[in-house]
C-alpha cells in the first residue's frame, strides 16, 4: 500500500529539480497533516519555479495550519499575483489578513473579489466580517444578507449575521441567528464564543459558562473564552 507522500516523494527522489513534483508532495504532507514538511517540500518547489501558482499557495497554506500567517500571507500573495484570476489566491489573502487583524486591507480584497467573483458566498460573507471587525456592524448585514441568498444553509455567514445584530443591539435577534448557525453546524467555536456574550449580557451566567466550556473543548486555543470562563467562575466563587 502506498500513500499520496510515498507516490511523490519516489517521484522527487527521481527527479529532484522537478518544481511540480515537489509542489504536489508539498500538498500530500498537508493532506496528511506534516505541516512541516509540507514547508520543506513547498519552499523548495518555490526556489526552482518562483512563478508556480501551486507552490506558492501550498506553501502559505502550510504556514496557515501552523499559525504562521505573516508567512503564509506572503505565499497567498504571490499565488493570487501569480494568477489574479483564481479566486483561490485573493480568498486566502483576505481571509489571512482578518487573522492578522488587518480588516481594512482584507476589505479591499474582498470588495473586488465580490466584484469579480459575484457569486461567490464565501466572498461576501468574508466581506461582511471585515466590516465587523473594523467595528461597522450596520455595513455588514448587505454582504451577509447576499452570502444567505446565494446559500441559505451557510452557517458561518448565520454566524456573522448574530455578530452584526449582536454589535447593533439587536440581541434576541443575534441569539436566534446564532441558534441556527449552530443548528446546521454544531462545532462552530466562534459561534459558541458569541452565543456566550449574548448569554452574558442577558445575565444568563450558567448558560454563558456552558458556551464558554464548549469553546475551550473546540478550540484549546481560544484565549478570550479561556478568559472569560474564569471571570465567571471568580464570580460565582
Not at 112 to 141: C, M, T
Request: hydrophobic share 45%; net charge neutral.
Amino acid at each position: 500500500y502506498r500513500t499520496e507522500v510515498s507516490i511523490w516523494q519516489d517521484a522527487v527522489d527521481k527527479l529532484p529539480t522537478n518544481s511540480r513534483a515537489l509542489a504536489n508532495l508539498g500538498r500530500a504532507h498537508i493532506t496528511a497533516g506534516d505541516f512541516e514538511a509540507a514547508i520543506a517540500a513547498s519552499r523548495a518547489a518555490c526556489a526552482l519555479e518562483p512563478r508556480s501558482f501551486e507552490a506558492n499557495f501550498n506553501l502559505g497554506l502550510a504556514y496557515a495550519q501552523t499559525d504562521r500567517f505573516a508567512e503564509a500571507l506572503d505565499g497567498f500573495q504571490q499565488a493570487a499575483r501569480l494568477l489574479p484570476n483564481d479566486i483561490r489566491g485573493p480568498m486566502r489573502v483576505a481571509h489571512t489578513l482578518l487573522k492578522l487583524q488587518r480588516p481594512a486591507e482584507a476589505r479591499v480584497v474582498l470588495e473586488k473579489l465580490v466584484r469579480d467573483h459575484p457569486d461567490s458566498y464565501e466572498g461576501w460573507n468574508l466581506l461582511a466580517l471585515s466590516w465587523i471587525e473594523l467595528g461597522q456592524p450596520d455595513k455588514a448585514f448587505a454582504p451577509v444578507q447576499e452570502a444567505l441568498r446565494l446559500k441559505s444553509n451557510y452557517a458561518e455567514a448565520h454566524g456573522n449575521l448574530g455578530v452584526a445584530l449582536l454589535r447593533t443591539g439587536r440581541r434576541g435577534e443575534a441569539m436566534r441567528a446564532f441558534d441556527r448557525a449552530l443548528q446546521l453546524t454544531p462545532g462552530l467555536a466562534d459561534v459558541h464564543y458569541n452565543r456566550a456574550l449574548a448569554l452574558a449580557a442577558e445575565g444568563r451566567v450558567q448558560e454563558a459558562r456552558a458556551e464558554y466550556t464548549e469553546v475551550a473543548r473546540l478550540d484549546p486555543k481560544h484565549v478570550d473564552a479561556r478568559l472569560n470562563l474564569g471571570v465567571l467562575l471568580a464570580q460565582e466563587g
